[in-house]
């Protein structure tokens, strides 16, 4: 844990008790902070309580005694309306804050100098903090990684110069830490998502800018124009920008071209690493994921050997393009991760007869985007609420079938893949959020991994 001091003495209310409101109210009352929790969930209230934290309603709470306003990252701060709790806060002239912003202001507190690389991007930036987080482990550094990829920051240990803090931000946790300014900061791509709470892609985009606005280097995807705008933003206010790409620099930088890693400098380009035969690491998007880590690693000086040698033992992230078996020459893929048509491209890139089961709660623009792949799948499998919408955008150019029910799509996906008698792949990648009938895209996932297992034949070799 890393407990918050910065509001010793203080009272401070907090709304949302989920894993990181939680963390974040026992982070507070550790460091001396007296905490006021509030969720609409009475399980939650109810574990708080367990816990010590002081609970009660903040809507009779004299707003005047607060010294700021801790919101969870899900809770809508500005669209498609404010709670009503960063309604009152505002009100009350209450400033809203962030576990995120919790932990940026304990570092400037107790090290200012402690490495903090924090990673954002539409897509990709699980993978990437994750292999980050890999890589520098595997070259000795002292690792903590948390954020958006599963264990709430406050729950790390505290920084110090000695200690990497590796840290995923959504553009929710972003908004709610202003003062944030890693060491490093990744900002890999931008495209069209959460515009339900950011309103526009300006707003957006103007967010995912601020991780590395104040970052002492800034690693830069440029394969779009949002970021490419990011960065050159960036570079005119001086921050130090490496860019990165999978299409072409003219200036210095790491490119991917294919499955090599080119450092391209002033004098030239030099490979420096090659992620042929890296399964957890296969197609552009996760050569992109990969140029990026490898950026980072070189400006935190580890060596080009090792480098090689950590792409190799990388093993990937659940439910990002993971290889979960294999009957024959059919290769089962859980990609429940894909939750928009963004996402679903990278993997559509990524194979060809392809068994495609998609659906669930649709977001805005649908799989309309990702007609120029339509040609590689030999059937659609569709499922969840999404079902008819997505039947009309693949038309008559994709056979399809409606499976309704996830269980029913990989149960009739086997069955063709056994009649085909080639190399083909069964690709769970919905193109959309699981919750018209999962909690969450994990537990989607992990549910298709167990109908896979149970499947006559199945060898569940990862990375086969």
């Not at 990002?320 to 990609?335: C, H, K, P, Q, Y």
Request: aromatic fraction near 4%.
């Amino acid at each position: 844990m890393t407990p918050v001091t910065i509001f010793a003495g203080q009272t401070v209310a907090l709304f949302g008790l989920g894993g990181s409101g939680l963390a974040t109210a026992l982070a507070l009352k550790e460091g001396g902070a007296r905490v006021i929790a509030c969720d609409d969930n009475p399980a939650k209230v109810a574990e708080a309580e367990g816990k010590g934290i002081t609970t009660g309603d903040l809507r009779r709470q004299d707003w005047a005694q607060f010294a700021a306003l801790v919101l969870s990252p899900g809770v809508p701060l500005t669209h498609p309306e404010p709670h009503w709790s960063a309604t009152l806060a505002r009100e009350a002239g209450v400033e809203i804050i962030g576990d995120i912003e919790l932990f940026c202001r304990e570092r400037a507190k107790i090290a200012p100098k402690a490495p903090l690389i924090a990673i954002t991007g539409t897509n990709g930036k699980s993978t990437t903090t994750a292999l980050i987080a890999h890589m520098l482990r595997e070259a000795g550094h002292d690792v903590q990684m948390g954020g958006n990829i599963g264990t709430a920051i406050l729950s790390l240990q505290p920084p110090s110069d000695d200690r990497v803090h590796v840290i995923e931000c959504s553009s929710f946790q972003i908004d709610l830490a202003p003062s944030l300014a890693p060491t490093i900061g990744v900002q890999l791509n931008v495209s069209p998502d959460h515009l339900d709470r950011h309103g526009t892609m300006e707003n957006y985009a103007a967010i995912k800018e601020r991780l590395v606005a104040r970052s002492g280097r800034a690693v830069i995807g440029v394969d779009d124009e949002w970021s490419r705008s990011i960065a050159e933003a960036c570079s005119a206010k001086g921050v130090p920008v490496t860019p990165i790409s999978t299409k072409e620099l003219t200036v210095p930088g790491y490119l991917a071209a294919g499955t090599a890693v080119l450092q391209v400098t002033s004098s030239g380009r030099a490979q420096i690493a090659d992620l042929s035969g890296i399964h957890s690491l296969r197609g552009e998007h996760n050569a992109q994921n990969a140029a990026a880590a490898i950026a980072v690693a070189v400006a935190m000086g580890v060596p080009e050997a090792e480098i090689q040698s950590s792409l190799k033992s990388f093993p990937g992230l659940p439910h990002r393009m993971e290889e979960v078996g294999r009957i024959g020459s059919t290769l089962f893929i859980n990609d429940s991760k894909a939750t928009n048509a963004d996402s679903t491209e990278k993997a559509l890139k990524s194979f060809d007869n392809i068994l495609w089961i998609l659906g669930g709660k649709p977001k805005e623009g649908g799989i309309a985007s990702l007609r120029p792949y339509f040609a590689k799948i030999k059937k659609a499998y569709l499922i969840g609420a999404a079902s008819d919408e997505f039947a009309a955008t693949l038309g008559s150019d994709v056979p399809y079938v409606h499976a309704r029910t996830l269980d029913r799509a990989v149960e009739e996906a086997a069955s063709e893949a056994a009649g085909i008698g080639a190399p083909t792949v069964v690709l769970l990648s919905p193109a959309c959020a699981s919750y018209d009938q999962f909690p969450n895209y994990e537990v989607r996932g992990n549910h298709f991994r167990e109908l896979v297992k149970a499947l006559p034949g199945i060898n569940p070799t990862i990375g086969a």
